[in-house]
Every structure is written in structure tokens, then in C-alpha cells.
């Protein structure tokens, strides 16, 4: 599970989500997989410097290259706009329960900074596949980061609306969801 983009594109991206977003769009990764990017575009001469001195190639990896964006957690699957598709419950610290419910064709982002973990309880509805076969649950831990967790409700495959308004207004709904660029800005775009 970990997706790693590099390049001068995700690495210099003015807003870390939207390197996440690049990748998942890309990439379309199903289940759940973290995100990191590598952010000074390093992997290549670090693959040349592990010949020589692995130790200190993964330690400049870990410590200077490497941001982690957090976890996305991405059905596969496909629906009606607005039918429920994923139920996250977060298990935090105290005994505190907390579920977030994510119909299809949605993203939401939840807040987990880089370092923290979170046990969740990952229930598909029974039309998609989180990994354990279609509405299988699962119970796993995911890793936060600059970004946070992702939950990515809009189908593996994922696909836009034919009709270039509807289309527009899922790509706005979208980035507003997951604060993608400054609101001023997509409402001016918008007009």
C-alpha cells in the first residue's frame, strides 16, 4: 500500500491536496493506499546512491524526501449520484466514535496530521469492494499526513458527467470539498 509520486509537477504543486488529487485521478487507486510525494525530486539519485551506501539512501529518503500526504481510501465501484456508498467510524483516543457517511460521487477529506494514526472500521455498501470483496467490511489503521484521509467516493473507474455543465459543476464541487484552490478563485472561474 503506498503510492509515491515524484516528479517536478507533485513535488512543486502550490497546495499538497493537489498533488493527492493528481495521483488519484492518475492512478485511481482502489481500497485503501497511502500517499506521499517525493518533495525535492530525489528518488533517482537516491536509487544510484543506494549502490553504494543503502543505509544513507533510505535515511535521506525518510528524513528529507519523503511528504507524506495521508491515506485514501477509494471504493471500487460504481453507482447512482447521492446512494450510499462508503461508512468510515473512526476509533480515537478516550473512546471516542466517530462515522462519517459518504454517498457516491462525493470526496471528503478528515483531518489527520502526518504522524498520526487512526483504527477505522471501513463499511462499503454492498454494490463496492474496499478490498474484502463487494460490501465486505474491514477493520484497518491509517496513517495521516499533510493532507489528511481521503475519502474518495467518485467510482473506480472514475468518471466524469458527459454534459459539460453537470461536468463543471461535479469538477467545482469537487475541488471545493477538498479546498483544492482558494474559494475566490473557483468563484470567479464560475462567474
Known amino acids: 500500500g503506498m503510492l509515491i509520486g515524484s516528479g517536478g509537477v507533485l513535488s512543486h504543486a502550490p497546495r499538497r491536496v493537489q498533488a493527492a488529487l493528481m495521483m488519484l485521478d492518475a492512478f485511481a487507486p482502489e481500497g485503501v493506499t497511502r500517499l506521499a510525494v517525493d518533495s525535492i525530486f530525489m528518488m533517482p539519485q537516491l ?3 543506494s ?3 543503502e543505509r544513507a539512501a533510505a535515511q535521506v529518503f525518510d528524513r528529507d524526501c519523503l511528504i507524506h500526504l495521508g491515506t485514501a481510501i477509494a471504493p471500487l465501484g460504481q453507482g447512482k449520484e447521492g446512494e450510499p456508498c462508503l461508512t ?5 483516543p478516550g473512546g471516542k466514535v466517530v462515522r462519517e457517511e459518504v454517498p457516491f460521487g462525493e470526496i471528503r477529506l478528515i483531518p489527520l ?6 483504527e477505522v472500521d471501513i463499511h462499503p455498501a454492498r454494490a463496492y469492494d474496499v ?5 465486505h467490511s474491514q477493520r484497518t489503521t491509517v496513517h495521516g499526513g499533510v493532507v ?4 474518495d467516493c467518485r467510482g473506480r473507474p472514475l468518471a466524469l ?4 455543465a453537470r461536468r463543471w459543476q461535479k469538477l467545482k464541487e469537487w475541488a471545493l470539498a477538498v479546498d483544492l484552490y482558494p474559494r475566490d478563485f473557483l468563484e470567479k472561474l464560475s462567474g
Open 47 to 49: 536509487g544510484v546512491l
Open 51 to 53: 549502490t553504494v551506501h
Open 88 to 92: 468510515v467510524t473512526r476509533h480515537l
Open 113 to 118: 496530521d502526518v504522524g498520526e494514526e487512526a
Open 131 to 135: 478490498g474484502r470483496g463487494r460490501g
Open 148 to 151: 489528511g484521509i481521503i475519502l
Open 161 to 164: 458527467p458527459a454534459e459539460p
